[in-house]
């Protein structure tokens, strides 16, 4: 199972970015899918959380800014950011975990099996 995450870059204050994962090995039948961030310095914090069957959840912070979907056809994930601010820079990593087993707690990456190598997202001020 690989997870591809990439749309990252350098963007001001207000702007929209649309980050997606590629997921291969599995279809996202059955699975959920999650996105963390970890900016320089700091703990690596969830973001969103596309649970299979359920709704998708957000953190705080970025609710009402952020919106996460799938893409079955192209079995991705995607993140679109808007009215980005200098607290969003970080490295943005999507996650996987098959939703039938037992015990999954969506903000906690530890609950997730797979784990995408990352892109950055810098907004500059």
């Known amino acids: 199972v690989q997870l591809q995450a990439s749309g990252g870059g350098l963007v001001q204050t207000g702007d929209s970015l649309t980050l997606s994962c590629a997921v291969s090995?599995?279809?996202?039948?059955?699975?959920?899918m999650g996105w963390f961030r970890q900016a320089p310095g700091k703990e690596r914090e969830f973001v969103a959380a596309?649970?299979?069957?359920?709704?998708?959840l957000y953190a705080d912070s970025v609710k009402g800014r952020f919106a996460a979907s799938r893409d079955n056809a192209k079995n991705a994930v995607t993140l679109q950011m808007n009215s980005l601010k200098p607290e969003d820079t970080a490295v943005y990593y999507c996650?996987?975990?098959?939703?039938?087993?037992?015990?999954?707690?969506?903000?906690?990456?530890?609950?997730?099996?797979?784990r995408g190598q990352g892109t950055q997202v810098t907004v500059s001020s």
């Open positions: 596309l649970r299979w069957g359920r709704d998708t």
């Open positions: 996650t996987l975990r098959n939703a039938r087993r037992v015990g999954y707690i969506y903000n906690a990456i530890s609950s997730y099996d797979y």
């Open positions: 090995g599995v279809t996202l039948t059955n699975y959920h």
